[in-house]
């Protein structure tokens, strides 16, 4: 199979959709792989190091998606790119397309099989290839609001720490998921105050265990929201609906009535956002203010983090890659259901019940396109 890598084209996107290691991987199993030039400088990955894998460059994305079977991508196609996608085409990245009407009317009129990477399921219930990025992205939305605390830019001035004789920072994180976790486990680190909500009081009981009174469990209500976002600093949402649009829980009423100069990052921002106030914004124009509170909402955090980001993408993804490629897409996700599950439009169909309900389309079972 012939599978491309184009270079990111999404605001200050540095990630790649394949390492010089993964595509050794494909070429050793036989397959073809072309990459744009320069499409890994960014997180440290030469031409070179792409060539002396097994890969071929290409000078430009048109010659990519004009050669390729498969494409490997990162990010959601952006306009140009959905432009270049034909009919059969394979693509296979993060899509998040229950919060963007545009984008999925355009996959359905490409005709391309497009796999989501935040859909696949494992055998544990979990989302192995979601699972990266909510680590990287749960770390780093205690290490930007700590930042965003800083007077200069634009919060109340607060140490998220505190120092002897002054009390640290008030974390909230709604959400004990795997974004969640990660969350609390580096505001815990730095010293913060950090209360948790969530629904599964399983989930609770066993970060009590873990942390014990280092960390507060609250039964996730609107009440007992709004009742710890009174006193909150810094507020990180971090809820899932797997494949569909996150759920509002914070709502405008509440956010006015927070301390001005807290900070709100909204982790779900891909799938629409939990807060009512949530807009997307990019990592060149991260914040915003309403009511006087800061809101970072940006869609691709981990690109801030590229190489670590890139790296941990790469060894969740190149397994099911493989599988692709060495079987075709109707082979391995008919053989696979875990695979099938990422499956969110197909041919012109949209196969993925959460997608087709957001955006008022049919849904047609990916069992049903496997033919």
């Known amino acids: 199979m012939w599978i491309g890598v184009p270079k990111e084209i999404k605001d200050q996107e540095y990630r790649v959709g394949l390492t010089p290691a993964c595509v050794r991987e494909l070429v050793s199993h036989g397959h073809a792989v072309m990459i744009q030039a320069g499409a890994g400088a960014a997180v440290g990955l030469s031409d070179r190091q792409y060539e002396a894998a097994g890969g071929q460059l290409a000078a430009d994305a048109m010659s990519v998606y004009d050669r390729a ?45 497009c796999i989501a990477y935040e859909t696949v399921t494992g055998p544990d219930g979990g989302l192995p290839l979601l699972a990266p990025m909510s680590e990287v992205a749960g770390r780093m939305s205690v290490q930007v609001a700590a930042a965003h605390l800083e007077k200069p830019r634009g919060g109340m001035g607060l140490l998220l720490g505190g120092v002897p004789g002054v009390a640290p920072a008030h974390v909230v994180v709604i959400g004990a998921g795997v974004v969640g976790t990660n969350a609390l486990q ?27 009174n280092r960390v507060t469990g609250l039964y996730s209500t ?136 957001a955006h008022g389309y049919m849904h047609v079972p990916a069992e049903e396109v496997l033919v």
Not at 88 to 112: E, P
Not at 264 to 293: K, N
């Open 186 to 212: 580096i505001a815990v680190g730095m010293g913060a105050r950090v209360t948790v909500l969530d629904k599964n009081v399983d989930r609770l009981r066993h970060l009590s265990l873990v942390y014990g």
């Open 69 to 113: 079977e498969m494409i490997v991508k990162v990010k959601e196609p952006q306009p140009s790119e959905l432009a270049l996608l034909k009919a059969g085409q394979i693509l296979y990245t993060y899509l998040h397309l229950a919060a963007d009407r545009s984008l999925t009317a355009g996959l359905v009129r490409s005709g391309a099989i």
């Open 222 to 357: 609107t009440d007992s929201i709004e009742r710890a976002l009174l006193s909150a600093d810094v507020v990180i949402g971090a809820v899932l609906v797997p494949g569909g649009e996150a759920p509002k829980l914070v709502t405008r009423a509440m956010v006015a009535r927070m301390k001005a100069g807290s900070v709100m990052v909204d982790v779900a921002i891909d799938q629409g956002g939990c807060f009512e106030t949530s807009r997307p914004t990019s990592h060149t124009a991260p914040t915003y203010v309403v009511d006087g509170v800061l809101h970072y909402c940006v869609t691709n955090m981990p690109a801030a983090v590229a190489r670590t980001s890139t790296f941990a993408l790469n060894n969740a993804t190149i397994g099911y890659a493989l599988a692709i490629a060495d079987k075709g897409w109707l082979r391995a996700l008919a053989e696979d259901a875990y695979l099938r599950a990422g499956l969110n439009i197909c041919r012109g169909h949209v196969t993925y019940a959460a997608v087709a309900s």
